[in-house]
């Protein structure tokens, strides 16, 4: 009876139940039908203890890191950068627009804030230089993504959260495959620029122009460093690390840039406070919905008809890649990380795959789903920023999404690719 | 039609009312959770004394900072869900089914917010292990403080919310009634979310 709840959950979701009440009701409903009363108060509480997490601290933090960060005019120094370093290319802009999608995702944890950051400044931007709007949207919508795998992340604190695993370890872990994905993302820029003939920047930045530049970003992207650093030297704990990364980008944006006032503050404060209020609620709900799920023993059946399906963990692997592909499309990351993670999570690392290794492909897997609809959580904000529909981004990213399967696969085969830098400093074995 | 538009508008002013007293706690409880763990590192670091209080103050903090803004988010519409299906019906029928998704929501939200009075009763017979407010002028000493406190916070987010599901219920039968029917708006979602 109560296997039922996932596809209860799944119809709830698809007829348009917000994601959180969706959680709930499923469950809930079976639960009252089997009269485990009892059980439904369990469900309650578990919302609540979700929520009631230190490490989860983290995701506020670097939300109002983020929106501090953007307020301030640092995602304008970012993108002025950029620009000076590889505007020259063929296709400027557009790698612009990737490359500070990475250096932001080294400031931010989301890829919303990415889109809603980059998007309003670079998509009217790309398109006064002749770019269609519809591929200016494609190509922050597909760069955004890179937000969450490049650390700070907010996906990772939920994953380490809930999985037990160590926040530094999945923060270094993500740093290459982001870069990965930035770069074959730009790959695509590249070929696209040949062939469509894209504007370039009229001219190459002079080496002076070069250095104003990177002094004037000089204190955003030192963000990363202290970020890192601190967690990596364990000077704090990601938390700390986080309300640190805060402070500091309101130092930088009040004193130091000037650019915002104490005015300024309860606004960038109330939105940081409401997004991270929706998402907290998402992972109380998750826990809760965790917790039937460990109650219907859809564990053991999943992990039996798992390796029912093939015992050689790379075929197993790539039919997880699918998976956690399709759920990427309905299912924003933080829940689907939580649902699945502890089913999924054991299976694979009994296979003999290294739990960090895991993690970053479910995350990167669950990101990518971020961008292709029909619940692609970027997709939308990226029709809000840039006044495209939904449906015609989505058709334009496909070649972008093609290279980022394709990078999936690389990063899921190659677990050098993400255990090098944790074991490099120790933090994985 | 009267009747709906008689009870919508007063619940309306009262539900922007005190989301917007929510909000204001929020963003201050927002800034006080960065304080409070900046001088948990302040003091764990300069001064080489680790406080007792400050993890447990802050997730304190954390969770009556989402309770409080989490109907606002609600009330603009900041819960992801698929609307695939809503906008692929023609509108009347689309705006009955939202209705229904409403009406499910709510059954959630008050069966939620009861289990939520029982959870906070619970919470009176349990301390918190390092939060203590310092009585002493009332010849209390340190009292500690209940988890009751804590609990609290989820039911009463889970109240605004019913708040704002009964105006978001209202308005849609409104809609069905008069599709062209001037509704109340909240007017401090222009003012919040214009740049």
């Known amino acids: ?429 | 039609m009267a009747v709906i538009l008689g009870v919508l508008k007063p619940l309306g002013r009262l539900v922007t009312l005190l989301l917007r007293a929510g909000r204001n706690f929020a963003w201050i409880a927002m800034g006080l959770m960065v304080l409070i763990i900046m001088l948990q590192v302040f003091f764990r670091y300069v001064l080489g004394n680790a406080l007792a209080w400050p993890d447990e103050g802050a997730r304190f903090l954390m969770l009556w900072m989402t309770a409080l803004i989490a109907p606002t988010a609600y009330r603009w519409g900041g819960f992801v869900s698929i609307d695939m299906v809503k906008d692929l019906l023609p509108p009347r029928i689309g705006a009955v089914l939202g209705l229904a998704l409403l009406l499910v929501s709510l059954v959630v939200l008050v069966y939620g917010f009861r289990l939520g009075l029982n959870h906070v009763n619970s919470g009176w017979l349990f301390a918190s292990s390092s939060l203590k407010l310092p009585l002493e002028f009332l010849g209390l000493g340190l009292v500690r403080i209940k988890l009751a406190w804590m609990y609290m916070s989820l039911p009463v987010g889970l109240f605004l919310m019913i708040l704002v599901n009964i105006e978001l219920c209202l308005k849609s039968i409104a809609y069905l009634i008069d599709p062209d029917a001037d509704l109340p708006e909240d007017h401090d979602r222009v003012i919040v979310a214009v740049e």
Request: proline letters at 6%; a neutral charge; hydrophobic letters at 60%.
């Open chain 1, 1 to 429: 009876m109560l296997f039922f709840f996932l596809p209860l959950f799944l119809f709830f979701l698809m007829i348009g139940l917000p994601v959180f009440f969706g959680m709930l009701a499923a469950p809930g409903f079976l639960l009252w039908l089997n009269g485990q009363e009892r059980d439904i108060a369990l469900l309650y509480r578990n919302v609540y203890t979700g929520m009631d997490s230190f490490p989860l601290m983290a995701i506020p933090f670097f939300m109002l890191a983020g929106e501090l960060m953007n307020r301030g005019g640092i995602t304008m120094r970012i993108v002025e950068f950029s620009q000076a370093m590889i505007g020259h290319l063929k296709g400027g802009l557009a790698h612009v627009n990737i490359m500070s999608s990475m250096l932001f995702a080294g400031l931010s944890g989301s890829a919303v804030a990415d889109v809603s950051a980059l998007g309003s400044m670079l998509i009217p931007a790309m398109e006064k230089n002749g770019y269609k709007r519809r591929f200016a949207a494609a190509v922050t919508a597909a760069s955004s993504v890179i937000g969450p795998i490049i650390p700070p992340s907010g996906i990772m604190i939920i994953y380490a959260y809930v999985m037990g695993e160590s926040v530094a370890a999945l923060f270094l872990a993500g740093i290459v495959p982001g870069i990965l994905i930035g770069i074959s993302l730009m790959l695509v820029v590249g070929f696209l620029a040949k062939r469509n003939d894209f504007p370039a920047a009229s001219r190459r930045a002079t080496w002076p122009e070069k250095g104003q530049a990177s002094l004037k970003a000089f204190f955003p992207l030192l963000t990363p460093v202290i970020i890192l650093g601190g967690i990596l030297g364990g000077v704090f704990t990601p938390t700390e690390a986080s309300a640190v990364a805060a402070v500091y980008a309101f130092i930088v944006a009040l004193f130091i840039l000037k650019t915002m006032g104490w005015a300024d503050l309860p606004k960038v404060l109330t939105k940081a406070a409401m997004t991270t209020s929706v998402v907290l609620l998402l992972v109380g709900a998750a826990m809760a919905f965790k917790t039937v799920v460990s109650l219907s023993h859809a564990p053991e059946i999943m992990a039996n008809f798992i390796l029912g399906l093939s015992e050689n963990p790379y075929i197993l692997l790539f039919l997880i890649n699918i998976l956690l592909f399709v759920v990427g499309m309905f299912l924003d990351a933080g829940p689907a990380i939580i649902i699945l993670g502890p089913i999924l999570g054991p299976i694979f690392t009994d296979l003999g795959v290294h739990p960090v290794h895991f993690a970053i492909i479910m995350s990167v897997n669950l990101t990518v789903g971020l961008a292709t609809p029909p619940m692609g959580l970027v997709l939308f904000v990226t029709s809000s920023v840039s006044g495209e529909r939904v449906e015609t981004i989505a058709k334009a990213i496909l070649p972008f999404l093609a290279v980022q399967i394709v990078a999936i696969f690389l990063i899921t085969f190659v677990p050098q690719i993400s255990l090098y830098l944790p074991q490099l400093f120790g933090f994985a074995n």
